[in-house]
């Protein structure tokens, strides 16, 4: 029973596979089959935005206004959470965005690898975003950075306090925002594979009626897939809606 | 008990905090739809704030949900 779980365990699809293997220094840094995919996701990104921008005509055909879609979309959400000032960090979101969803949606590719269900992958990811918005706090505002956790009017005696509390929940940002990522995206693939466990196992214990049983659970997965195309999209824009808050405690401080 | 045994219903009780999320974010988007019947104009502002948190509800149900995954398969 055991080693029957073992081979169909629904983690298996999160294994990473050497491609070409390589070592730097005692360090592996193979190239697997998350760097193949994270390569495949920045070369369609490019081409989307590239070709679909080629024409640049008045009137914006399909690929056209996708892009021109996706563009407001972000350029939206700068403004409405950081203001003006968060122009100058559209491309840092915009490629975020881009690239955590077109990772998502092309992990919905039956037997694609999702890149983003790796903490590896989406922590990196979100201490660029942290790292980021302490050098931009630091730069812009210096020492005053620190008034970012001690918030406005709260009474002197509570500072102490206080500041810890903000620092901790400022130290678990990247951890969080990774997480997020990383566990959504992977409890939504180990969700697909164990409803489509059993396809088989009621198609097959309804044999005797020529399957007939496995058509419930297949219906079920059939919603499942949209549901988790809508939640592909859901992270992705929570990944950089975060980041653009995020960005606005280090510019505006509150 | 064996010990395979304690593992499944650790899991299963880790399962349950996962009801805190869901009670959560219930509670989040419920209020958001009453505050968008009595003033549809403001419906853009009252998601935007509902989905902030509705995330950070969702977090600590995902906590609980890899800490059964963790339990089930690590």
């Keep these: 029973m055991a080693d029957a779980h073992a081979k169909h365990s629904p983690l298996d699809q999160f294994k990473i596979q050497e491609i070409m293997p390589f070592n730097i220094g005692g360090y592996d840094v193979s190239f697997t089959n998350s760097s193949l995919m994270m390569l495949i996701v920045v070369a369609l990104v490019t081409l989307f935005i590239t070709f679909s921008m080629k024409k640049r005509a008045m ?58 269900s790796h903490i590896a992958v989406t922590f990196a990811l979100a201490m660029l975003v942290f790292v980021t918005v302490i050098a931009v706090g630091i730069a812009k505002h210096g020492f005053h950075f620190l008034h970012l956790f001690i918030p ?33 995206m992977m409890a939504g693939h180990v969700l697909l594979k164990v409803v489509a466990g059993f396809v088989i196992s009621l198609g097959a214990a309804t044999a005797f009626i020529g399957g007939i049983g496995g058509v419930v659970p297949l219906l079920f997965i059939s919603l499942l897939i949209g549901l988790e195309i809508f939640v592909a999209f859901l992270q992705a824009y929570i990944f950089a809606l975060l980041t653009t808050i995020y960005l606005n405690d280090a510019i505006n401080l509150h | 008990m064996e010990l395979e045994v304690i593992k499944y219903i650790g899991a299963g009780l880790m399962s349950f905090g996962m009801l805190g999320a869901a009670i959560g974010i219930g509670l989040i988007f419920g209020q958001a739809s009453a505050g968008v019947a009595r003033n549809p104009s403001a419906q853009k502002q009252i998601f935007g704030t509902a989905i902030i948190g509705a995330v950070f509800a969702e977090l600590m149900g995902l906590f609980a949900l890899v800490g059964m995954l963790i339990m089930l398969f690590v």
């Design chain 1, 59 to 116: 009137v914006p055909g399909r690929m056209q206004s996708l892009a021109e879609l996706s563009y407001e979309f972000v350029a939206g959400m700068l403004k409405e959470n950081v203001g003006s000032e968060g122009r100058k960090f559209f491309p840092l979101v915009f490629t975020l965005f881009m690239f955590v969803l077109f990772s998502n949606l092309l992990g919905m590719v039956p037997t694609a690898f999702t890149v983003t």
């Design chain 1, 152 to 184: 406005s009017g709260i009474p002197g005696w509570m500072v102490p306090i206080i500041f810890p509390i903000e620092i901790i929940s400022f130290l678990a940002r990247p951890v969080s925002l990774s997480l997020r990522l990383a566990v959504a």
